[in-house]
């Protein structure tokens, strides 16, 4: 487990975007933050949202000890891909309900600083993919993800054919409307979503589920994270999804190549944090009795 911060004097923050009505809840947050004397930095974007002067995102993340996102999971998420090369540690605070991500909640920040000054917390380090899409002329686009890339159908009205491979032998073929292949961190999203076994998040493994697949034998397979996954299309055009943010079409011939990264995400959680909790909380399972 990565080691605690040598100190935390600097805090870069990014807000939910399209939602300039956060700025309450940021404003009374910055000064929690203020009051014991840590400088709190707001990315440009987030600033311009809301009428306030911001610096650049890269700046942010090099100038930070930590970096926090205010919003729901989605925000984090979004965060933790873009500041992934920086390797700052990265927590979240929920405006709105509990999140799997965003686990920290507005009325508890004051709380949560207090254990954050006198080192009372963890860093977790969260399985990352590594990734990148070869096309049959040659051009590779690389990425990231934290939750999961998802391959599927061009249109709604077609069934995709996917080849899937592991250490370059081919071993499965599915069709149907896709193909998630998740991390740990992940399985809480879609892949729960299709069907998908929820993974304990420190787990080193990816998630491979079909997506609605015309065949009864076809199900979730766990594969260890030092494996190399290859996926294509063989007859038509796919579409790469990266974390539900970013996708990118996918031509006969190219090849999707996932890889667990060399290093984790860097998440910061309070001590009070139970995964399990979570789960039972977000899931709403069974009473105790």
């Not at 860093?123 to 999961?148: C, H, L, P, V």
Request: proline share 4%.
């Amino acid at each position: 487990m990565p080691q605690l911060l040598e100190s935390i004097k600097t805090i870069g923050f990014t807000l939910k975007p399209n939602e300039p009505e956060i700025k309450l809840v940021f404003d009374s947050i910055k000064i929690l933050f203020e009051k014991r004397g840590i400088t709190v930095l707001l990315s440009d974007n987030s600033a311009e949202m809301i009428g306030e002067e911001g610096v650049p995102f890269d700046e942010m993340c090099k100038k930070a000890d930590c970096l926090v996102s205010l919003g729901g999971d989605g925000t984090l998420l979004s965060l933790v891909r873009k500041s992934y090369k920086y390797k700052k540690p990265v927590f979240g605070i929920n405006a709105g309900n509990l999140g799997f991500l965003a686990d920290v909640s507005v009325d508890s920040v004051d709380e949560f600083l207090d254990e954050l000054l006198t080192g009372r917390y963890r860093i977790d380090e969260r399985m990352m993919i590594e990734g990148y899409i070869q096309t049959s002329s040659g051009k590779s686009t690389n990425f990231f993800a934290f939750n999961d890339v998802v391959l599927t159908r061009p249109t709604i009205s077609k069934m995709v054919k996917i080849n899937a491979s592991i250490d370059g032998k081919w071993f499965n073929t599915y069709r149907g409307d896709g193909l998630i292949v998740s991390t740990p961190t992940g399985s809480t999203a879609y892949n729960l979503a299709v069907g998908g076994p929820v993974m304990y998040p420190l787990t080193q493994a990816f998630i491979m589920t079909p997506i609605s697949a015309h065949s009864l034998t076809q199900r979730p397979l766990i594969v260890p994270v030092d494996f190399t996954i290859e996926l294509s299309s063989p007859d038509d055009k796919a579409i790469a999804i990266i974390d539900g943010q970013d996708d990118y079409e996918m031509q006969e011939g190219d090849v999707l190549v996932i890889k667990g990264a060399k290093r984790g995400a860097k998440m910061l959680h309070s001590l009070h944090r139970n995964y399990f909790d979570v789960l039972r909380e977000k899931l709403h399972w069974g009473d105790k009795l």
